[in-house]
């Protein structure tokens, strides 16, 4: 059953829903609006890079549909734009409230302030941020995830990968999100080698407006850095810009460790799949259908919801059968998930 609280919009209001986000994002799709009863559901708003991006922003995309499917109602998922503020972003929120999406998702920490806004203005509309957790309100859920879990595992993959004993960490911008990142990956290199492995870390911006995680000519420069520096594994964090530092390991014949989703089987990174290793993965995917889904059962989740390893929210993709028929390295990666699921291996997040 849909919740009562949800607004019910008519076709004009439908109709008006491009011109109210034309100025604050454009929508990148919408549902036909043959959904049961003009009933509307889950709306995301994406993070820096947008819809393409074949990591981040996909992954969020991908439990839009999930959603969208099973519960046949229409979904709308917006675009950023350059150079935009807090309250933009906040607009782009309330616009979506105001038709009736529920619950309506911003995609990445940016939209710490203008989740917290729109909340209050929308008291019974259920609100998610993707990776942040400072936001505390009645109706909205921080969906969370120990990144660094994975990361200790991609450390553990590449320091057994590894021939030249030098590896590379690409940040896209330098911010406490991607720290979970790097000293994740470091930790679990440093465990598994005693120390052996030299680890190159390097990040593109300071801020996500200069470019960090959109920029794969930047990832791809940094990358190239690293392996003249005989980096023969290198794991980004970088958003888009992982593509370029994908890129980069595949012109030279190098390892690269993707990240947030499966980017072995992305289809834009289809001719360089042989470089990828693994890919440190956050079921983004899940978390947003999750939310969805508990909006549809009328018990909307809120409050920090933590995807980890325990529940099957971060993990290595096993797509690359070099990755995944390796028996020695397999050992290794179950025997390090089991400690660090027990508290035998606890991972820095900074």
Not at 109 to 124: H, I, N, R, S, T
Not at 286 to 304: C, F, Q
Not at 307 to 312: A, E, F, I, Q, Y
Not at 321 to 349: C, H, M, R, W, Y
Request: aromatic residues 6%; negative net charge; hydrophobic residues 35%.
């Amino acid at each position: 059953m849909r919740r009562i609280s949800r607004i019910t919009v008519a076709g004009a209001a439908t109709a008006s829903l491009a011109l109210a986000l034309s100025a604050c994002g454009g929508t990148s799709t919408q549902a036909s609006s043959g959904s049961k009863g003009g009933d509307k559901g889950l709306a995301i708003a994406y993070d820096v890079g947008g819809k393409g991006d074949q990591s981040f922003n996909d992954a969020a995309y991908a439990g839009l549909e999930q959603a969208k499917k099973e519960f046949q109602y229409d979904t709308a998922d917006v675009e950023p734009t350059e150079g935009e503020t807090d309250a933009d972003k906040e607009q782009r929120l309330v616009s979506l409230a105001k038709q009736g999406y529920n619950p309506v998702i911003g995609v990445g920490y940016a939209y710490a302030a203008a989740v917290k806004g729109a909340a209050e203005k929308f008291p019974d509309t259920t609100f998610g941020i993707v990776d942040d957790s400072t936001v505390e309100a009645k109706n909205v859920a921080d969906l969370v995830f120990s990144e660094e879990q994975a990361s200790y595992l991609a450390g553990v993959a590449a320091a057994k990968s590894t021939k030249s004993n030098v590896v590379g960490f690409v940040g896209g911008v330098d911010i406490p999100l991607i720290h979970k990142f790097q000293a994740g990956f470091e930790q679990g290199v440093k465990d598994t080698s005693g120390g052996k492995v030299k680890v190159l870390s390097q990040y593109l911006t300071q801020t996500a407006e200069e470019g960090g995680f959109s920029s794969p000519d930047k990832g791809k420069s940094a990358a190239e850095g690293q392996i003249e520096k005989k980096a023969d594994v290198v794991y980004a964090a970088a958003g888009l810009s992982g593509q370029g530092v994908i890129e980069a390991a595949a012109a030279n014949k190098v390892w690269a460790i993707g990240v947030d989703s499966d980017q072995y089987k992305q289809e834009a990174l289809a001719k360089y799949k042989d470089s990828i290793l693994t890919s440190a993965m956050k079921d983004v995917a899940k978390a947003v259908y999750n939310l969805a889904k508990s909006v549809e059962d009328g018990k909307p989740e809120t409050g920090i919801v933590r995807g980890d390893l325990k529940t099957g929210e971060v993990s290595l993709s096993n797509s690359n059968p070099k990755f995944a028929d390796n028996t020695e390295l397999q050992d290794a990666l179950k025997t390090a998930k089991e400690k660090i699921i027990s508290g035998e291996i606890k991972v820095k997040s900074s």
